[in-house]
């Protein structure tokens, strides 16, 4: 005869009544939203040196500087500059992207020697990408915002009037990318601007656009293009880009 399992200890005591089924949990509250990571004091200071740097180094091109050809190393930059050499090879780095300068290994950085050959394809992009564009921004825009540009037409009559090649690119790039501006099209102003900086790296020997009468002329044609901008003369415009976009530089 099989054998009964053997009831638990206790098993003639009354057992509790079974628990009552626990309270459903109250829904997690959502979590917050991701802070963003911001900057260390450090690291904002230092991306702002590494920012004066390449403004400083940009300019010394311009002006010529820094010499086409020439051998430069980061701790010699540095020296001259008053910081240390990271952020002169951080900017560095950032001119070798933009086709200003070259790596030499364990010496530094050379200053691309350019042709006029190359100047001249720099300029003929340049008319490919803005000419169009203005062509059919003179259709559309209205006078009135044509006119708001000429704050920045005048600035670059007085940076050429003053003779430093550096002052006037600013102000050259600051009028053409306005222009742009009007397209609306952020890409077309960022891609423009990257080639008006390029030509405005003059080859050796070719300064006769820098000298202070070729920026005061160059200047010049950009009252006069809104001047025909203004008017609606769509033959006066086309001539004069095509002026302007003749000269590299």
Request: charged share 20%; net charge positive; glycine share 8%.
């Amino acid at each position: 005869m099989e054998q009964g399992i053997p009831a638990p200890a206790g098993a003639g005591i009354p057992r509790s009544a079974p628990a009552a089924p626990a309270a459903p949990a109250a829904p997690a509250a959502p979590a917050a939203p991701a802070v963003p990571a911001v900057p260390a004091p450090r690291e904002v200071r230092r991306a702002s040196v590494r920012g004066q740097v390449l403004d400083a180094l940009r300019t010394a091109l311009v002006t010529g500087e820094l010499r086409p050809g020439g051998l430069y190393s980061a701790p010699a930059l540095g020296e001259r500059l008053g910081v240390s050499a990271t952020p002169v090879r951080e900017a560095m780095q950032q001119l070798t992207l933009e086709g200003a300068v070259e790596v030499v290994p364990n010496r530094g950085f050379r200053v691309v020697e350019r042709d006029a050959r190359e100047a001249a394809e720099l300029a003929e992009v340049r008319a490919l990408v803005e000419v169009p564009v203005l062509l059919r921004l003179a259709g559309t825009v209205p006078a009135g915002r044509w006119a708001g540009l000429r704050p920045l037409a005048e600035a670059t009559v007085r940076a050429a009037s003053s003779g430093s090649p550096a002052a006037y690119a600013e102000a050259d790039r600051a009028f053409h990318g306005a222009v742009l501006a009007l397209s609306g099209n952020e890409q077309l102003v960022r891609v423009a601007g990257d080639l008006h900086r390029r030509a405005q790296w003059p080859p050796p020997g070719a300064r006769a656009r820098t000298a202070r009468a070729g920026l005061i002329a160059d200047a010049a044609e950009h009252g006069a293009l809104l001047d025909a901008l203004i008017a609606r003369d769509s033959a006066a415009v086309r001539a004069l880009v095509d002026a302007h976009f003749a000269t590299p530089g």
